[in-house]
């Protein structure tokens, strides 16, 4: 449903949000056991005794779990600690156990923060081990869980290790809560310890909404927010819900506090279980685990083996260049930052290979590229021996690493030669003698006949050209030839 | 005889665990449990303020496995001893929601 109006929160409303979000991590294993951590398409063939719940199987701590879990937390600021799980107790056929595996009130990751690249800071409370649930698909009513006449469960992802990172309710605005989980991503990315796709599934968020007036420091009835797909959906979720407690407050009534279903489709949230009370949860401390307490040497070989993160690699192309913002975030998260490095260590300019980058290698795969070869095509380029045009080119086939990469070969081999501006002159020329009555328009007052004429002569000439002529050199001479 | 616990909360609880319970048996089970609560209490009233907490009855601490694949099972083998299943699923009754 595009086109309907979406709706916007009143100015004198404030908007309150905090995210939860789970990621899954990107290991061989499962968290307490060998089953294989990988997608399937054949339910229940990642499955054991133990990630079946089946009596007398005993848990086992994947370590891998456990470092990318701190170092997850250590990218996000947060102290470390130690720590034990809890058993999540409720009925549902997703866990075959009755239970799930979690750390409740000692979680390993604590008091970090998230700063978003305009600066705002948005506080992190935790980011915590536990495992994933099941599949459960509902057969016959629909496909819907209320009318359905039976469910199928499929455990492959049962036990998957996750983390949930749960931020403070410290978020103001929609644009915001985006660039909260496009920056998280960005960091799941860099530090490697979870593929991070939305569309997928292995990283979901849930968005916790309440309004209030501005000027208050009160927190109102938040509601959850489920089924969250996109960060555009995740914005539109957000803003109908702000806008559906706004409504009800003005009406004098009041939300209450509930976990809600977003429906993407139909652009609104539906009511889905009162939230519970942790009580109703039953925590209590996993017997079969014991507690796990990293020292301050396994803490700073993690922040030693930290990577850059994507904050100061946007600062570092910052300093460098005078592009856009976005430009530069575009290039770090596609994680090109080091390409243009390189590039622009070689001496080309900073300015043209991030925009080059950012306009014209937005492939998959671009590793025959280097920082060399990217630097010859910008400074052939800037040289006039190619078009902007023919550079676009050019960097696709080296993307697809056609004659080696190389963009001289590349060039020779299309066949590729700088139109001197003398050639371009003599052309245009020839065009203006040839059709007088559109150059007489393009030299008019009228500025509607002077556009339509400029795209005719350019239009001509790349013909004439094979699209070979630089646009920007061909502008300059219509334009000087009016003048003139 | 205690105030401990409420007889609702003993309902409260059974209903939390999907048990049953006859009126007879919430009246028994409100007196034992606000024994045992008791009995917390009792112990609650010691000075302890010398003794380090313990999370776990267990002396150990990291007990970790290498991230490494292990066979997982045969489907058939335990599918068949599901009380249903459908294309390689287990088929379960409906499901009323997803509560405690």
Known sequence: ?????????????????????????????????????????????????TCLGLPGSLPVMNETVVDFAMRLGRALGCSIHPSVMARKNYFYPDMAKDFQTTQYDQPTNRDGELALADGTVVGIERAHIEEDAGKTTHVGGGGRINDATYSLVDYNRAGVPLVEIVSHPDIRTVEHAKAYVSELRDILLAIAVSDAKMEEGSMRVDANVSVRPVGSSELR??????????????????????????????????????????????????????????????????????????????????????????????????????????????????????????????????????????????????????????????????????????????????????????PKSIAEARGFEAMESDALETLIDQLINDNPDEWFRFTSDDEGDRKKMQGFFTGQIMKATKGQADGRAVAELLSRKSAG | MSERITRDEVIHVARLARLELTDAEIDEFTGQLGDILEHAADVEALDVGDIEPTSHPLPMSNVLRADVRRLSLERNEFLAQAPAAEAGQFRVPPILGEEP
Not at chain 1, 12 to 27: F, K
Not at chain 1, 342 to 347: C, H, K, M, Q
């Open chain 1, 1 to 49: 449903m595009t086109g309907l109006h979406e709706p916007t929160l009143p100015a004198e409303w404030e908007l309150v949000v905090g995210l939860e979000v789970h990621v899954e991590l990107a290991t061989q294993t499962k968290l307490f056991c060998g089953c294989a951590n990988e997608f399937s398409t054949e339910p229940n063939t990642n499955v054991c005794p």
């Open chain 1, 221 to 406: 009835t938040r509601c959850e927010l489920k089924n969250i797909n996109s960060i555009r959906s995740l914005g539109r979720a957000i803003e109908y819900e702000a806008c559906r407690h706004v409504d009800l407050y003005e009406s004098d009534e009041a939300p209450r506090q509930e976990t809600r279903h977003w429906d993407e489709d139909g652009g609104r949230s539906t009511a889905g279980r009162s939230k519970e009370d942790a009580d109703d949860y039953r925590y209590f401390q996993e017997p079969d685990l014991v507690p796990l307490t990293p020292t301050p040497e396994q803490v700073a070989a993690i922040d030693g083996a930290m990577p850059v993160l994507p904050a100061a690699r946007r600062a570092r192309l910052g300093e460098l260049s005078a592009v856009a913002d976005d430009v530069v975030a575009t290039v770090v998260e596609r994680c090109q930052d080091a390409l243009a490095l390189g590039a622009i260590e070689a001496g080309a300019d900073a300015d043209k290979v991030l925009t080059r980058i950012q306009n014209d290698l937005a492939v998959d795969d671009w590793s025959a590229v280097t920082g060399q070869t990217l630097a010859t095509l910008v400074q052939m380029e800037s040289g006039g021996e190619l078009s902007a045009t023919q550079a676009k080119q050019v960097l696709a086939d080296m993307a697809a690493g056609n004659h080696g990469g190389d």
